[in-house]
């Protein structure tokens, strides 16, 4: 399942987003790392602020499709090993591509990350929710729990 997108020309050019609207085919972060893997791709690795305007244009169309898509975070590549909580970095630095990129580009939401036992990251999707202090709660990043179903 899943709608895949490719473009000419990109680094990546092929994108592929998974939107389950029924609640039990959500997955925790490593199934879906290892669904991406076992398609021939990886999660996502947003390494510019244009990548990330793509991304959310391909999410906008998609919910113009009147396909029924609503509130549901996506799962990224980004996340941290819980092991490194132990060394003197600051939380946010430990946060890593599950690809192996090196981008330093990051689209937190306000007060993110919050860090303690949220080590995977999401990209926002609830067009429903009241917005909060950081305005509403699309396309930015917020680490979870990697066993939450999204």
């Known amino acids: 399942p899943g709608q895949k997108v490719c473009y000419g020309g990109l680094k990546h050019s092929c994108y592929k987003l998974a939107y389950f609207q029924d609640l039990s085919r959500r ?20 390494e510019s602020e244009a990548e990330q305007q ?13 396909s029924g898509i609503s509130d549901g975070d996506f799962w990224i590549g980004l996340w ?21 990129s090196i981008s330093p580009f990051r689209n937190w ?20 929710a009241n917005p909060g202090l950081g305005g509403p709660y699309l ?8 066993n939450m179903k999204h």
């Open 139 to 146: 396309y930015q990043w917020n680490d979870d729990r990697c």
């Open 109 to 128: 939401y306000t007060d993110e990350p919050s860090c303690g036992s949220e080590a995977c990251v999401v990209m926002y999707h609830q067009p429903t």
């Open 27 to 46: 997955v925790g972060f490593e199934e879906a790392r290892q669904a991406c893997e076992m398609d021939g791709g990886a999660l996502l690795s947003l």
């Open 54 to 66: 793509l991304i959310e244009n391909m999410l906008q169309n998609l919910t113009k499709s009147g």
């Open 80 to 100: 941290r090993s819980g092991n490194e909580l132990a060394t003197s970095s600051p939380c946010p630095s430990l946060y890593k591509w599950a690809d192996g």
